[in-house]
DNA sequence: CCGCGCTTTGCATACGTATGCAGATTTTCA
DNA sequence: TGAAAATCTGCATACGTATGCAAAGCGCGG
């Protein structure tokens, strides 16, 4: 059976259930004011020609396209991964969808921003550390909601949404100290990344306290990425077997597992007796078996569902959010990389 | 300074620079005939009025959006996310973009194409092992492209790319069997996706060939995941232990991952001495040093370039391939999880 | 039987851009 | 210099759907 090359269209359907093409369209939208039977038999026609409503068409009247841009700065990084999947995921529940955008190193955050706009999305969920400024300030001078998943901009009244990365910081400091960590060091992120910055913060902050001064700390960049972390792991070894640190936070657990890879094949440090290693996130990899890591969990459902809210797709009028900064609790998860208490 | 409520339009545009309506539209395409001065003073007053081209309107009348959706099954499998950034980045390279739809367990076939109808995508990248027979029809009656990534559908004649997957089954059991393996097992995916099915039979065809009788191949099912595989393992090494498996094919890395760890956690076996283990896809974690994985690398660039070619995205006139299943050979990455040959 | 209110329907138009066509302008060549 | 060719421009319309408005149909109470 040959189909029409033509689509069908809602004139197609309205001539065959014998109504106006206003009826056809009020058939597929809810709350329109359409009597049972009408709709019943527009809706018989539209399955004899296979017809499907274009949403693209309907977007320019509405001006809503149900479709939401998501940035994501690093595909590389099971966290952000799994964060685009619970966004994907919650979106589809209400009916949009993810237009993705992935940023690649030499990306011009002006190229990605006019993209975004050209397709006309409801809304932007940011979730790349660079170029956050630029891009922002042209998706709110557009009226198109934009908010900032795990970090923010301290000039800038975009709203944000993130994990309280400062008091996480502490939860590690804690969980060390508590351990019987005494020689501290930390293997950091992105140096421009407020996430990085402010778990180091945190957790600095919460060893200064219990007298630890932060020149005592250990510090390596591991730029974000395994082989990063596993290069900077190696540079704070580096030095006499009696000065070698005991407790080690790496700021997010794609870099612990690299830390933890290269000290255990190339140093044969023992995990967790001869050092103790924390994260941050809770990606899936951190519980598997090879590593079971330490970390802080972030709640990254909650963040979805409030960062979505922020932008409030719903509702008739577009609202955006201003100088919104949304800090949720992450809760420390308890593994085998760090020694039992009073062990 | 407040801006417009209004988002500025060709018209807007064209009332600063002077000039027609068409005039605005033909300065934003590159092959439309219009004199070089005149584009200048328009694209100049378009900058101005922060004017950006409504690209869903324009998809109205080119009756092409540049999206093209790509349908993920598994998003736990790096694999698949490693193929969706490669699919993003080669389409955002075109000027296109990924409209991403991640299928839930209880998902619908007919629920999610209708949704990638509705959108009147340009083409359709399916990744998704479930449901595949009902969405190709769908895609197909309607004119949309679709191609089927590492999957194919026997009775059906939708285009599909993928790697060799009888051959890299093939592989493995070469590599194996220099190795020195002699009891042969398996951890198989879905049971209803030919990925695993071909890598079965590839690797039950190799060793028969070698005089290894298939009813003697322990097999176990992963079910594709993390998890399941590390339930399957144990089940695997469920005997007296003079009867363990010495050789172990996981049909994916991911599976692999899974056993190695709970093989090596709670029975304590060493890999590669008491147990030879391979893989198939060669995902990034696969090459970590907690698990250095012997496994087939698919050619994913390679594979995504020839999907993204059989959509035909270019050309003016919409081409739907039929009947293709090109097989792009993987190729064997020896890591350390087999034993030198000969050692 | 009349008038009021409620529901349902169709008409007409708007959304923002692309493009065939014809007219206008410039260039080319004899 | 004139005519033909080439280039450029604007007009008008099409793409597929949503919705304000008014008209029509209906039920109900007086």
């Known amino acids: 059976m040959m189909k029409s090359r033509r689509r069908a269209t809602s004139f197609d359907v309205a001539a065959l259930a014998g109504v106006s093409q206003s009826a056809v ?9 359409i009597a049972a039977d009408t709709r019943a ?11 499907v409503p274009n949403r693209i068409a309907s977007s320019l009247t509405t001006r809503r396209t149900n479709i939401v841009a998501v940035i994501v700065g690093d595909m590389a990084n099971p966290f952000y991964v799994q964060a685009l999947h619970c ?11 993810v237009l993705l955008f992935t940023l690649d190193r030499d990306a011009s955050a002006d190229d990605v921003m006019r993209r975004v706009l050209q397709y ?3 809304g932007v969920v940011l979730t790349s550390a660079r170029l956050s400024m630029r891009m922002t300030g042209r998706s709110l ?3 198109v909601p934009i908010v900032l998943f795990n970090r923010y901009i301290p000039g800038h009244d975009a709203a944000c949404v993130r994990c309280d990365n400062v008091h996480g910081g ?18 950091t992120g992105d140096p421009g990344a407020t996430t990085s910055q402010d778990r180091v913060r945190g957790f600095v902050t919460h060893l200064a306290q219990a007298g630890v001064a932060p020149e005592d700390i250990a510090e390596a960049c591991g730029h974000s990425t395994y082989e990063g972390a596993a290069a900077a792991a190696l540079a704070l070894f580096d030095r006499p077997r009696r000065d070698w640190p005991d407790a080690l936070f790496c700021i997010n657990d794609i870099m612990a597992l690299g830390a933890m890879d290269v000290l255990r094949a190339r140093l044969g440090i023992a995990i967790p007796d001869a050092l103790q290693v924390a994260g941050f996130d809770d990606i899936p990899q951190a519980a598997h078996l090879s590593y079971r890591l330490t970390t802080v969990a ?6 979805v569902a409030e960062a979505l809210a922020l932008l409030h797709l719903d509702g008739p009028a577009r609202h955006i959010e201003r100088a919104i900064d949304r800090a949720l609790p992450g809760h420390l998860v308890v593994r085998a990389t ?4 009073g062990g």
Chains 1, 2 share one sequence.
């Open 298 to 303: 972030q709640p990254v459902d909650a963040m």
């Open 170 to 187: 502490g939860l590690i400091a804690s969980a060390l100290l508590a351990a019987g960590g005494r020689r501290f060091a930390m293997i």
């Open 338 to 341: 760090l020694r039992p208490p």
């Open 141 to 143: 001078d557009r009226g």
């Open 120 to 122: 006309q999305v409801d």
């Open 41 to 51: 038999r527009v809706l018989d026609a539209a399955r004899k020609l296979d017809y």
């Open 87 to 97: 966004i994907g995921r919650s979106l589809q529940a209400q009916g949009r969808q």
């Open 25 to 33: 369209s009020r058939a597929f939208s809810p709350q329109s004011s």
